[in-house]
């Protein structure tokens, strides 16, 4: 059985150091922004076992003139449970949590390997790729809501 519901930026971080930090330290897993009230912090409940996690922030990207932006960040799903669909479960429960909040565009920050995964998801890239020091290559990627 699957849940997913908002819960708080703590509990995101075991799946966020599994999928995203591997052997790095478990303070990587904090991202500024993680404590303010406008951030949501998503997760996908397997088993009643936390098993994915997506946090949105409210975060104005230059590259949009669109005035209601939200980021989406550490969207992780553990090893064993990709390719299960759960992923675009939480997509899906992101953008009907965002068009409650009217939100017009949903950014982010892609993983190569993801790029994939958000266009199948409704996303596009805008401008061209780019590296973050230790963690590699990506997009920004953009879905109008």
Same mark, same amino acid.
């Given at each position: 059985?699957?849940?997913?519901?908002?819960?708080?930026?703590?509990a995101t971080y075991p799946v966020r150091h599994s999928v995203l930090r591997k052997g790095?330290?478990?303070?990587?897993?904090?991202?500024?922004?993680?404590? &303010?009230?406008? *951030?949501?912090?998503?997760? &996908?409940?397997?088993?009643?076992?936390?098993?994915?996690?997506?946090?949105?922030?409210?975060?104005?990207?230059?590259?949009?003139?669109?005035?209601?932006?939200?980021?989406?960040?550490g969207m992780a799903i553990l090893d064993k449970h990709q390719g299960k669909g759960f992923?675009?479960?939480?997509?899906?429960?992101?953008?009907? &949590? &965002?068009?409650?909040?009217?939100?017009?565009?949903?950014?982010?920050?892609?993983?190569?390997?993801?790029?994939?995964?958000?266009?199948?998801?409704?996303?596009?890239? *805008?401008?061209?790729?780019?590296?973050?020091?230790?963690?590699?290559?990506?997009?920004?990627?953009?879905?109008?809501?």
């Amino acid at each position: 059985m699957t849940t997913i519901k908002l819960i708080n930026a703590k509990a995101t971080y075991p799946v966020r150091h599994s999928v995203l930090r591997k052997g790095k330290p478990i303070e990587t897993c904090f991202f500024k922004g993680d404590m &303010l009230p406008t *951030t949501l912090h998503i997760g &996908l409940f397997f088993n009643n076992k936390l098993s994915g996690v997506a946090t949105l922030l409210t975060s104005q990207n230059a590259l949009y003139t669109n005035k209601n932006q939200y980021q989406l960040r550490g969207m992780a799903i553990l090893d064993k449970h990709q390719g299960k669909g759960f992923g675009n479960l939480i997509i899906d429960f992101t953008i009907a &949590l &965002l068009k409650d909040k009217n939100c017009d565009i949903l950014w982010c920050n892609a993983r190569e390997v993801a790029k994939a995964f958000y266009i199948k998801n409704g996303f596009s890239t *805008t401008g061209k790729p780019f590296n973050i020091e230790g963690i590699g290559k990506h997009y920004i990627m953009q879905r109008s809501l």
